[in-house]
């Protein structure tokens, strides 16, 4: 059903920075099938940023450079805070 391949956006999630794998790895795993096709897009295209601002942004020390990054942030963001 989904154009996505899932094994590539796991190993795409796994960054080699403890603090973003400790976020990302659940959330691709967890709930990215889950998302609608728009926010599927959306978090194929915050991998393709920088580990750096990628981790900043998620720390909230810095803005996204585009806004449109803000929901998925958010979703990943409330995925953490949820007890597993």
Known sequence: ???FN???IFWHSRRGMLEL???L???A?????TLNYPEQ???VELLEE???DIFNWLMRQTEPSQ???QTIIDLILAHNEKPH
């Open 1 to 3: 059903m989904s154009e």
């Open 6 to 8: 899932l094994q590539k």
């Open 21 to 23: 794998d400790l976020l």
């Open 25 to 27: 790895v659940p959330f």
């Open 29 to 33: 795993t967890e709930v990215f099938e």
């Open 41 to 43: 897009v959306l978090y």
């Open 50 to 52: 920088e580990d750096q």
């Open 67 to 69: 806004a449109k990054y």
